[in-house]
């Protein structure tokens, strides 16, 4: 390699400009003019022959010492100038070639290209600048508009192709319109020549213009387009930032609403227990409430009471006396009454005994026997009956009563039935009947159910006295009696009613030992002895009696021979027997008056002891069959009954409880005296209760009650507050419930709003945005359109330029068709070179791997070059910059949002060295290949618009 180098200015240390060389370059086309600032001589090292000589100068017009020579096989020349930034800036530098017929005045230099860096042979921009080397022979270059600090270290020159110049003496000129042939000067035909150029690089000149216009509008949609992607971002990020703040957003509904959750279930519980507190102080309150107006109603009725009180005092007053009246004259009647009936039963007889004689009638058997009847009811009315003892002759008989077989049960008992009373009066009562075996003591004692008996009528009747002397009365009814447990088979039972006696009966009758005779079918084979113990309390007197009432059915009477009986049957009519014949002592012996009664010679007399005479009332149903065949028994039974009623035993006495009747006095007494310490009391109360109602109202009774109800108000009041004071909380709360929810929904409401206002105008924006760059490719288009028009016109002129030339046939013209051809197609040759070698550049820079350090020092020099390809695009530069350096959230947050590619996020993303490169890895052959066609359609715009 041969290298050309020689130091071009001196080293001066006052010297703003620094050293420069030129060095040949590596073809043999170029020279190089090189930075060599280490380099300190300033002596010029031409080792080839014969360089053009090169002035270069400041603006202050001073010399800079250089000089190089050119080459025979070039018309290139190479110089590159290190100023150092600022002072390059400012300064003009004017470049002067001296003695060269190359670079004489008017020479055209094709090419001046100005390089950054040193050896890299890469122009900084104004590739294919032509300039025109003035008459003086100097090229002022004018660095102006430049931003920072730019290293311009080359300066490469070239120049255009020599015309060579035909020496000839004459040359002659068509006539167009008479096809003569003019004579002219060789002088003449250079000034034709030279206005022929003229005019076309006038022409070329204005397509210059033209095409750099277009390159500047383009520059400009280019620029608009820019700072459209730069407003598209900016949306971008705004939308980031709404979505961000959408996030934001979303969190803190959702914590709010979490909150709300919280708030909800907190209200609920406290709702919960407040509805519980409330439930219980409404139940309170109505118990409050009834106690209040239970209280108040005491209130009022004592309030009210109190007169009533006194009307009623004065009331139970006149009522203790009128009843104190009552009293004494119901005692006084009572009195009368029972003296006059014991007048009127001692009128009936002196006796206390009473015989009555009931006669059955003939039985069917008797009928169909055909027995007479031997019994005459002539005179039953009186009391006689008279007994048919033979044809002629009849024997008479005497008793209380005569019942002829016609009577009914009723009629037996009406008669029966002061007896009753005077139990109740407080005698004791015995009522017995006697009688030969079937002749109907049990229908007449006991009866049937149709037909009941003297025993249920008594009962029945005691039952309904001691109701009716209920209020006057306190009767006590008992049926069997203390004392008489010894004897067998009784059974004692406490009866409150009829039925329960009943029922007591039917036991005893039913379990009554019963047999049968050629008599009776179901004859009794014992006695049946009820015993009815009244206890009577007069409640006026306080007079107290105890008294019994017998009621007896006697085992049958029969005799012995009469009846046959045998064995067992045999030993209890003997029995009967002699108790019935112990009865009958007792009654003789009561009829004779004897001292001594045998009262024991029985079971029987024993227990009717203090019913059978003395003290006692007696009644003695005698009873007999009317058939002849039963006349002795008849005669003798009736007999029997006639010496018994025929007994005087004196006036009964009652039974009085003297004891009761001194307990009840002096309980009478006692009461009495409590009585009267009572109404004393009650005077006393009167008298207080009216002093007090004089003396303070306020202090009485009712004054308390009255404000215990104020107290109890007060509270309710209270209650009341409180409850109110509770609905009022809970109404505060739900109103602060409602209020965040409204926030909630509010929050909700403007988040969907903001939603869809990004929505639309990412919608408008991205539609405006591809408005405008269908807009500007159109525009683009149109202009390409017009621009290959024009070319296309200025073909077809130069087409018909080069015909008429060639018509003409002047060989000046064929050398300026030649001479167009060759700039022609050195022009594509030099563009075809310059997109392979950045095609080239691209290709490696990509493919290469990054930690190639050649390749990424090209690629990095490339990307250095860009920008200042675009001379005023600093600004987006610095918007590029600004976005490789962003932050990566954005990134990250647009990679998650997943957007579609957009043509401004494509070139980025497509930038070799960009962040997402980095991130994303190693490309893609698919990728690289992509890049490396959207390099190719850029550049190819590139040239479209430099063209
Ligand atoms: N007054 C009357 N009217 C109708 N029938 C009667 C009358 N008196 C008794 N009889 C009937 O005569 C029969 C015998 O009566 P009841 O059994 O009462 O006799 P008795 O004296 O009790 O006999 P015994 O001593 O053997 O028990 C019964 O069938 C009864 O119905």
């Not at 959750?261 to 219980?280: R, V």
């Not at 004692?445 to 001691?466: K, P, S």
């Not at 009696?481 to 067998?488: K, L, V």
């Not at 954005?890 to 490169?917: C, E, F, N, Q, W």
Request: aromatic content about 6%.
């Amino acid at each position: 390699m041969d290298n050309s180098h020689f130091n071009a200015f001196p080293q001066n240390p006052e010297t703003p400009l620094p050293d420069f060389s030129i060095t040949r370059g590596f073809d043999s086309e170029k020279y190089d003019l090189a930075l060599n600032q280490d380099n300190p001589s300033s002596a010029m090292e031409v080792e080839e022959e014969s360089f053009a000589d090169l002035m270069l100068c400041d603006s202050s017009s001073r010399l800079i010492p250089s000089g190089f020579s050119k080459t025979n096989c070039t018309d290139e020349i190479v110089m590159f100038i290190n100023a150092g930034g600022e002072t390059l800036c400012e300064a003009d530098y004017s470049m002067k070639l001296l003695g060269d017929t190359y670079f004489e005045g008017g020479t055209v230099l094709s090419d001046f290209d100005i390089f950054s860096v040193v050896g890299a042979n890469k122009p900084l921009q104004v590739v294919d600048l032509r300039v025109s080397v003035k008459e003086d022979g100097l090229i002022a270059l004018r660095f102006e508009g430049i931003i920072g600090s730019p290293m311009v270290c080359g300066i490469c020159v070239r120049k255009a192709k020599n015309i060579p110049v035909t020496q000839g003496s004459q040359e002659y000129l068509k006539c167009n319109n008479c096809a003569a042939e003019i004579e002219v000067s060789s002088a003449q035909m250079k000034l034709v020549r030279t206005k022929a150029t003229d005019k076309y690089e006038k022409k070329i000149q204005e397509l210059t213009t033209q095409c750099q216009l277009k390159t500047h509008e383009c520059h400009e949609a280019w620029m608009s387009l820019t700072a459209a992607n730069e407003q598209l971002e900016k949306v971008r990020m705004e939308l980031d930032n709404k979505i961000f703040k959408t996030r934001t957003l979303d969190e803190t509904v959702g914590k709010q609403a979490e909150n709300l959750k919280n708030i909800t279930c907190s209200y609920d519980q406290h709702k919960k227990h407040w509805e519980a507190a409330i439930s219980n102080l409404q139940e309170k309150i109505k118990i409050m409430k009834k106690e209040h107006a239970q209280l108040s109603h005491e209130a009022h009725a004592c309030a009210e009471s109190i007169p009533e009180l006194t009307k009623m005092v004065t009331g139970v007053q006149a009522l203790v006396v009128q009843c104190e009246d009552l009293k004494i004259k119901y005692s006084e009647e009572q009195a009368k009454r029972k003296e006059l009936y014991n007048q009127i039963q001692d009128t009936k007889g002196k006796s206390n005994i009473r015989v009555f004689c009931r006669c059955r009638p003939l039985s069917k058997e008797e009928i169909s026997a055909g027995f007479a009847q031997v019994v005459d009811f002539g005179a039953a009315k009186d009391g006689d009956l008279g007994i048919l003892t033979g044809a002629s002759t009849k024997k008479t008989f005497k008793f209380d009563r005569v019942y002829s077989p016609k009577d009914n049960q009723v009629d037996v008992f009406a008669d029966a039935f002061p007896l009753v009373t005077s139990v109740l009066d407080g005698y004791n009562v015995c009522i017995f009947a006697y009688g030969q075996t079937g002749t109907g003591k049990t229908f007449t004692m006991e009866g049937t159910d149709q037909n009941r008996g003297v025993n249920y009528r008594t009962l029945e009747e005691l039952f309904q006295i001691a109701k009716e002397r209920s209020e006057s009365f306190k009767l006590e009814i008992k049926q069997s009696a203390e004392g008489f447990h010894h004897a067998p088979g009784i059974v004692e039972a406490q009866v409150e009613n009829i039925k329960e006696v009943w029922n007591v009966l039917q036991i005893g009758s039913n379990s009554r030992a019963v047999g049968s005779n050629n008599v009776n079918e179901h004859s009794s084979r014992s006695h049946c002895m009820l015993c009815i113990m009244v206890k009577s309390k007069n409640l006026m007197t306080g007079e107290c009696t105890n008294s019994k009432l017998w009621l007896v059915d006697l085992a049958g009477s029969e005799r012995l021979a009469r009846t046959d009986a045998q064995g067992e049957r045999l030993k209890e009519a003997q029995n009967i027997n002699k108790s019935l014949s112990a009865l009958g002592d007792v009654v003789y012996a009561l009829a004779t008056k004897s001292n001594h009664i045998p009262y024991r010679n029985s079971k029987l007399t024993h227990l009717l002891q203090d019913s059978l005479g003395g003290d006692s009332k007696t009644l003695m149903f005698v009873q007999i069959s009317p058939s002849e065949r039963d006349l002795s028994e008849t005669l003798s039974s009736l007999n029997f009954a006639t010496r018994v009623r025929g007994v005087e035993l004196g006036p009964a006495k009652r039974q009085v409880d003297m004891s009761e009747l001194q307990k009840m006095k002096t309980m009478l007494e006692k009461a009495r005296q409590e009585s009267r310490s009572k109404d004393e009391s009650l005077r006393k109360l009167e008298e207080s209760l009216q002093n007090l109602e004089s003396k303070a109202r306020g202090k009485t009774k009712f004054t308390k009650q009255h404000e215990k109800i104020k107290e109890v108000e007060g509270q309710l009041e209270l209650k009341t507050s409180m409850h109110n004071q509770s609905e009022q909380q809970v109404l505060q709360l739900s109103y602060r419930l409602k209020g965040k929810e409204e926030i909630c929904a509010a929050l909700l409401l403007k988040a969907k709003e903001l939603e869809t206002k990004l929505k639309e105008r990412q919608q408008s924006d991205s539609a405006c945005y591809q408005q405008k760059v269908k807009d500007l490719e159109n525009k683009l288009k149109e202009q390409v359109q017009e621009s290959d028009s024009n070319s296309l016109a200025l073909q077809l002129k130069i087409k018909e330029l080069e015909r008429k030339l060639k018509e003409q046939e002047n060989p000046e013209s064929i050398l300026l068709h030649q001479k167009i051809k060759e700039l022609e197609d050195r022009l594509k040759e030099q563009e075809q070179q310059l997109q392979c070698a950045l095609a080239r550049d691209f290709v490696d820079a990509i493919v290469t791997s990054p930690s190639d350090g050649k390749c990424k020092r090209d690629y990095e020099s490339m990307n250095e070059a860009e920008p200042h390809i675009l001379r005023s695009s600093n600004s987006l530069v610095a918007v590029k910059n600004n976005n490789m350096v962003k932050p990566a959230s954005l990134a990250d947050k647009r990679a998650r949002k997943s957007d579609p590619p957009k043509v401004a996020r494509g070139a980025k993303t497509a930038k070799p060295g960009s962040i997402d490169a980095q991130v994303h890895g190693p490309l893609t052959h698919k990728r690289v290949v992509s890049r490396v066609q959207a390099a190719m359609e850029r550049e190819n715009k590139k040239k479209i618009w430099s063209r």
